[in-house]
């Protein structure tokens, strides 16, 4: 039964669990496949309560880095390590990802004014295609590693993108940051054919002229949601759901993985 929930073996293998009497049920709010940081998440979670079981103390930074190990280093996943950094740590959080593998977090030095604006202006819907983030990454993963001038070149100007996103947050110009997303979906469609389809992009085409600013399409790519920022949001959800789209409404979190008991 294990072979058939790979990051649950590991992690029962990383972490010592062992015994006839343990159970493990899942729930979410959303499918698999959506882009939303899901696998990351439920890693970090299972870790999160394996360690409670065994009573051991695990900080947000070792939990991510043993949840990146069991997807990158075990599983082989072609994925990086903001999905399960930002689920550890929660909040807006700015991640610098350096040379040696190490992981600089620090949280995004914006107004609770802005902080709340942004949370408002944001509208995300799904575009009810599901996919695992491997089958878009694995193609942009071995272009990387080959040297492959045209996507080493696209993934530096999406870091500088990052980066003219952060200082948007921490300035207070959101509607920079709309702007800054539009430019980001251009350059990541760019990356694999797989990016997006003629439905995705007659969505976000609409979306744009009924109240965005500017969105993207979340994750690897391909399926999963999309997301705006929006100077009309009544507008902007009015056209999706006439296209039959549906809004999943959310809020930030500042706690990170945390264990209910």
Known sequence: MLDEHPIIREALRLTGVAGPNIEITSMADIPAGTGLGSSGSFTTCLLKVLHNFK?????????????????????KEPIG?????????????????????????????????????????????????????SQVLREQDDRTRQNDASMIANLDYVKDLGQRSLEAIETGNLTTLGHLMHEHWQHKKKRSSQMSNPDIDRWYDLAMDNGAIGGKLIGAGGGGFLMFYAEDKTRLRHAMTVAGMKEVRFRFDFEGTKAIV
């Open 81 to 133: 390590k903001q999905d399960q950094y930002i689920a550890a740590f929660g909040g807006v959080t700015a991640f610098r990802f350096n040379q040696d593998d190490s992981v600089t977090a620090e949280p995004v030095k914006a107004s609770a004014d802005t902080l709340d604006v942004l949370e408002d202006s944001l509208v995300m819907v799904s575009t009810g295609f599901y996919r695992a983030a």
């Open 55 to 75: 009573r051991h103390f695990i900080n947000p930074r070792e939990l991510a880095e043993l949840a990146c190990h069991i997807e990158i280093e075990r599983l």
